[in-house]
């Protein structure tokens, strides 16, 4: 079983910056054991795949239109993984998702909503133009 919790949404105006942060809470394994990922979800549209680190190499991921923009990272000491998101477009206001699974046998999935496990409630973000 693992909490998330995100936090650090905002409004900013485009071209800023903004960092959301996600704490887990963690009970069967440690999170250091844990893929993480990123989603967001814009009023009207489907969720989508934002960006991942996984548990053992802190290999990254990212989603095309956030590539060069945004970045993530994990202090497993903290059990935390932030994203810092740079040069913010309007298209990226939407709610954002921090979520957590076991890797599994074989490839992971990491642009699936299927590869995770948990999820937090979400923060907003808002930028305006």
């Known amino acids: 079983q693992v909490q998330l919790a995100e936090s650090g949404g905002g409004s900013v105006q485009a071209g800023g910056s903004l960092r959301v942060s996600c704490a887990a809470s963690t009970h069967t394994f440690s999170f250091s054991r844990y893929n993480m990922g990123w989603f967001r979800q814009a009023p009207g549209k489907e969720r989508e795949f934002v960006a991942a680190i996984t548990w053992s190499d802190g290999s990254t991921y990212y989603g095309d239109s956030v590539k060069g923009r945004f970045s993530i990272s994990r202090d497993n000491a903290k059990n935390m993984v932030n994203l810092q998101m740079n040069s913010l477009k309007p298209e990226d206001t939407a709610v954002y998702y921090c979520?957590?699974?076991?890797?599994?046998?074989?490839?992971?999935?990491?642009?699936?909503?299927?590869?995770?496990?948990?999820w937090g409630q979400g923060t907003q973000v808002t930028v305006s133009s």
């Open positions: 979520a957590a699974g076991i890797h599994p046998s074989g490839s992971w999935p990491y642009r699936s909503l299927n590869a995770y496990d948990y």
